[in-house]
DNA sequence: CAGCGCCCCTGCCCGC
DNA sequence: TGCGGGCAGGGGCGCT
């Protein structure tokens, strides 16, 4: 998925146009995605006005009086708001239409997202309670991270990684922060020293704001909800450089897989 | 409890 | 060209 500068990206292009618009219907055409999307959301929606649209981690939110819809945009999830009516493509699942004639098209062909329905109090909802630190905030610290990490035995990239610690940060952004901030991704979280851990802040912040700027890196699926392409204004230093000199020392770049996914680092830049 | 893999799904790219 | 394998930005969940 699109990474926190991504999913704010989408958030900030879309707020304008849904805040204040009532919800005339929802066309679903498929609910499986990595839950089910409530059947009932037609019904749920009808006559419901958007009175915001916030964002929690990777999670946007769409607020109504009586509830919130959460969505999730998984690794290949889209928005796209439309002024006219637009035939649906095959990975179009949902579309909810408004009373102006606009609506909002949910893609996703890889169907990792999710859609659901959510009462207040919101925030207590299973996906969002349990929620790290926004990193953009500014109690997100070097002793905040310092402190966190403490007693931790896992590898640092796998700690930026996991929400429950910090939001927002996927494979993309961990690995460019982890080079900016002269630390191997497989450095165990508890051995970093205070001076690393506000290293490590300072590149985290760097990096996701740079992103920002750009209005999010724009990767093979993902595309602004106003339908640009956009480009890749974000230069990655080690994202996909497997086996390219590194940025610094031009020693070559060496790749490893962690949990699954590939890292790539700078054996001699980071330590 | 902490940490690690699995898996949900389609598309794309590469090598044969 | 066609096909199989591997890989892709996430993250909850089940197992050890």
Same mark, same amino acid.
């Given at each position: 998925m699109p990474e926190l500068p991504e999913v704010e990206t989408t958030r900030l292009a879309l707020k304008n146009f849904v805040i204040q618009q009532v919800i005339k219907s929802v066309t679903l055409r498929q609910l499986k995605l990595r839950w089910p999307i409530p059947?009932?959301?037609?019904?749920k929606l009808h006559n419901k006005t958007v009175l915001d649209l916030t964002r929690m981690g990777k999670y946007l939110l769409f607020h109504f009086q009586n509830g919130a819809l959460l969505l999730h945009l998984g690794m290949s999830g889209?928005? &796209?708001? &439309? /002024?006219?009516?637009c035939?649906?493509?095959a990975h179009d699942h949902v579309d909810i239409h408004f009373q102006n004639g606009t609506?909002?098209?949910? #893609?996703d062909p890889r169907r990792f997202g999710a859609l659901l329905w959510t009462e207040a109090p919101f925030a207590e909802h299973k996906l969002l309670k349990h929620l790290g630190i926004e990193p953009l905030i500014k109690t997100f610290n070097a002793a905040y991270l310092f402190e966190q990490t403490r007693r931790r035995k896992l590898p640092i990239k796998s700690l930026l990684m996991d929400s429950k610690v910090i939001v927002g940060i996927g494979n993309i952004y961990a690995q460019e922060a982890l080079f900016e901030a002269g630390i191997k991704p497989t450095k165990a979280a508890g051995l970093l020293t205070l001076a690393q851990s506000g290293r490590l802040v300072k590149a985290i912040q760097s990096v996701l704001k740079k992103a920002l700027k750009s209005g999010g890196t724009t990767f093979r699926d993902f595309r602004s909800p106003d339908g640009?392409?956009?480009?890749?204004?974000l230069k990655l230093k080690v994202y996909g450089k497997e086996g390219l000199p590194c940025s610094v020392c031009a020693s070559t770049l060496k790749t490893i897989r962690?949990?699954?996914?590939? #890292?790539?680092?700078?054996?001699?830049? /980071?330590k």
């Open positions: 059947a009932d959301l037609d019904k889209r928005l &796209h708001f &439309h /002024q006219e009516p035939a649906p493509g609506f909002l098209r949910f #893609t640009s392409r956009g480009y890749f204004s962690m949990s699954g996914r590939s #890292t790539v680092y700078c054996n001699f830049c /980071q």
